[in-house]
């Protein structure tokens, strides 16, 4: 895949980079994921995008998530960032995993309706789990809004 329907803002970065999926359709089981997945109907529908050390993702998180006004509630910059460390997750082990721990550091108010790059990489693999990292920064600036770390575990199936 390629960097399809970005907002135009992010066109020239994610240009020839290529998306990572999370899921493979209806079938799977986080295609209603309220973070990653394309058939949630109010979900983040978080994409990120491989790179050489992890990945990153493009974010203009709409006013309905807001806390207080402008700014993203904190629950929402969690879940972004989870779904950001998880995306690093998979490119780095190539296995679909999930958040056993989280830590988030909110730096500042991280802003609503504005461009935001999310990134995030690998810390260590200790194979049964992934230490992973990410943050989110405004787009254009570096300048970094919140961070996480925290431990993914594979996914089982219940069979």
């Given amino acids: ?23 493979c359709g209806p079938g799977d089981p986080f295609h209603r994921c309220f973070g990653c997945g394309e058939g949630h109907p109010s979900g983040l529908h978080v994409r990120v995008f491989k790179t ?9 998180v709409s006013k309905q998530y807001e806390g207080p006004p402008g700014a993203v509630h ?14 690093a997750a998979i490119r780095a082990t190539g296995k679909i995993a999930v958040t056993g721990e989280l830590t988030v550091r ?10 935001l790059l999310g990134r995030g990489r690998l810390v260590a693999d200790h ?15 570096a ?3 919140a961070t996480a770390r925290g431990r993914f575990f594979p996914f089982a199936k219940d069979t």
């Fill in 1 to 23: 895949m390629t960097a399809r329907d970005l907002p135009a803002v992010f066109k020239d970065f994610f240009a020839g980079l290529v998306e990572q999926p999370y899921s």
């Fill in 52 to 60: 050489d050390d992890g990945v990153v993702s493009p974010i203009v």
């Fill in 74 to 87: 904190g629950g929402i910059v969690a879940a972004y960032l989870a779904e950001i460390r998880g995306g």
């Fill in 106 to 115: 909110y730096v500042r108010p991280v802003p609503s309706e504005t461009p």
């Fill in 127 to 141: 194979g049964r789990y992934v230490d992973v990292e990410g943050s989110l920064e405004e787009f254009g600036t």
């Fill in 143 to 145: 300048r970094v809004v």
